[in-house]
């Protein structure tokens, strides 16, 4: 078996959930800059409520300063974790997005898709970002 197949710092569900959480807590700061800073520079990004395909994190950002005005939060209902490498991973699954004003939020439920690469510094980055909204 190669290192790949045995290494045990591999990308996990555990890893995943963490990063996750941790953009997640990025949107409830309503700072579209801290959640820009997930994505790596030349980033790809099919966001949920926007049919544009975005590139960048500048673009990210302006994403971002949109959706988060309508007050964003989201949980993962179901999910998986692929390693595509003992640096880069693949984070799937369906999540809900609750949205909306305190007295009128709405749930839109989603589907996911997060590879996420370890940058230069360590630091884990959003290389490519997909979500749409979940068929009926």
Not at 49 to 66: C, D, W
Not at 87 to 106: C, E, I, K, M, V
Request: hydrophobic residues 35%; glycine residues 8%; aromatic residues 12%.
């Amino acid at each position: 078996m190669t290192q790949f197949e045995t290494g045990k710092d591999m990308p996990n569900l555990e890893l995943a959930r963490a990063n996750f959480s941790a953009w997640n807590e990025a949107l409830l700061s309503k700072d579209p800059k801290k959640v820009a800073g997930f994505y790596s520079d030349d980033c790809t990004f099919l966001p949920t409520v926007n049919g544009e395909f975005k590139k960048g994190t500048e673009q990210a950002e302006g994403y971002f300063e949109h959706f988060l005005e309508k007050d964003p939060e989201g949980v993962i209902v179901e999910d998986a974790c692929q390693a595509l490498g003992p640096d880069t991973y693949l984070h799937s699954g369906l999540y809900n997005f609750t949205l909306g004003p305190a007295d009128n939020r709405q749930i839109v439920e989603a589907r996911f898709s997060y590879v996420w690469k370890k940058d230069a510094t360590g630091a884990w980055k959003v290389i490519h970002h997909h979500s749409s909204v979940r068929p009926k």
